[in-house]
């Protein structure tokens, strides 16, 4: 009896499996017939070709212009360039005015500078090389030197303190201004020649004018 009962569960399990295969049984979707006909080479141009490739599509440009914000600059004038301000303001007026475009105008009440750009200007760092060119007139450069800022693009101004470098006390301060300066100037017109940048002395502040690199040189040889 014991060796039966396998055959039986077998044939059961074959049953359960038959039944399940003919409710499960699906027929299978009628194929659609397939075109014989073949396209000839006039048909397949057309359809390769999309009205897409054959349009010209032009976008609306940007007009950068017309919305264009105007930037304004106020540059503090120190009371011993007044003077100087004074004596070389048509000289300032048309560097700034003819050549860069910039509208210029003093204002007294707040003792500054006003520069503002305008339609004519196509350079948009214009304005920032505007305001470089008085900060450097404001600083006491030269005016021959402050106009090399707005033609040449790697000029910079860098300023830092004796106390940076070494604390000096009571007379040791002025003996090292006029170590720096030299005897009529002489030592910062060899270091000014020598790394090609420009040196003003003012006090206790130093402002070297030039290139990031000449004016390393010159700061190390100072």
Known sequence: MEA?????EDNEATKLEEAKDTDMHVEP?????EDKEELTAEERATLMEFETLNQTIEFEKAKVG?????EFRRIPVPLHRYTPLRSNWETILKTL???MGLLVRMNTKRRAVEIKTTKEVKDSGAIQKGADFLKAFMLGFELQDAVAILRLEDLHIQTFEIKDVKTLKNDHLPRCIGRICGEKGKTKNA???ATRTRIVVADTRIHILGSFS???YAKSAV
Request: proline letters at 8%; aromatic letters at 0%.
């Open 214 to 216: 000449n004016i390393q």
């Open 4 to 8: 039966s009962k396998p055959l039986v």
């Open 191 to 193: 270091i000014e020649n």
């Open 66 to 70: 017309a919305k264009k914000k105007t």
């Open 29 to 33: 979707l009628a194929e659609e017939p």
């Open 97 to 99: 005015v003819k050549h």
